[in-house]
């Protein structure tokens, strides 16, 4: 009789302690299983980049007429982007970033070429190269970037938020053709404009420095190829 309320004391024990045990066990589960969602997504957004249009100005959404252009590409089109992130405002480098994306998403969907091009030892090799590379470049005073935005006649300009001199400027080139587009810092309304249009201003300069008069492409797009008016918020649109 004296061991009875041992045993019963010892059957509450248990029957409360493996529930416990099971939701301990869920919980552990449940924390592994966001875990591993969680790195599932980081590790798809690293590989396949930003796919959906989230900025007002759709820099992530490339029309059909800009890949059916980058889909033709038969030479190397390099384009080299002049930033001094020093001396530009946070919103300014918002744009930067903006273009920078934009920039990366035209390199992703440019085709890759088989051309001969030369190795460490100088020795001529076959190699699958994109057709269209992009290298960012910060001209500090006295350095080999500063050397050449000059060869490509690339200027700063002063920035109206900083009141400082910067680059944002880019300069596309095929073979010995170059352009040059500057987006003017020192004019916020302009600016902003600038944003909207730069996939039209860099395939335009992409199709004038890889073909020139000699290759004519195929161009769908809304903007008037021939040039548009000017109105109150935009300067006149020049003719490709």
């Not at 919980?27 to 591993?36: E, Q």
């Not at 820099?59 to 080299?80: A, M």
């Not at 200027?155 to 880019?170: D, I, K, V, W």
Request: charged residues 30%.
């Amino acid at each position: 009789m004296s061991d009875e309320p041992n045993v019963e004391e010892k059957k509450s024990d248990s029957g409360t302690g493996a529930p416990l045990f099971g939701r301990k066990a869920q919980a552990l589960v449940g924390l592994i299983a966001v875990l591993a969602l969680c790195w599932l997504v980081n590790f798809l957004v690293g590989i396949l980049g930003p796919r959906i249009d989230l900025t007002e100005a759709n820099l992530f959404t490339l029309s059909d007429g800009t890949k059916r252009i980058l889909s033709r590409l038969e030479s190397p089109v390099k384009i080299r982007y002049y930033v001094t992130d020093e001396t530009l405002s946070p919103g300014e480098l918002d744009r930067v970033r903006r273009i920078e994306d934009l920039l990366k998403n035209l390199v992703r969907y440019a085709p890759t070429k088989k051309l001969s091009v030369t190795n460490e030892e100088g020795e001529f090799v076959e190699k699958n190269v994109k057709l269209l590379t992009v290298e960012k470049l910060n001209p500090q005073p006295d350095t080999d970037a500063e050397d050449m935005a000059r060869l490509d006649k690339v200027r700063p300009g002063m920035s109206a938020a900083t009141q400082e001199q910067a680059y944002f400027s880019l300069a596309i080139h095929c073979i010995d053709t170059t352009e040059t587009i500057d987006f003017p810092i020192e004019r916020p309304n302009l600016l902003e404009e600038a944003e909207r249009r730069a996939e039209y201003d860099i395939m335009r300069a992409i199709t004038r420095v890889h073909g020139g008069e000699k290759r004519k492409l195929r161009i769908m797009t809304s903007v008037q190829i021939d040039g548009g008016q000017a109105n109150f918020q935009a300067p006149p649109t020049p003719p490709w």
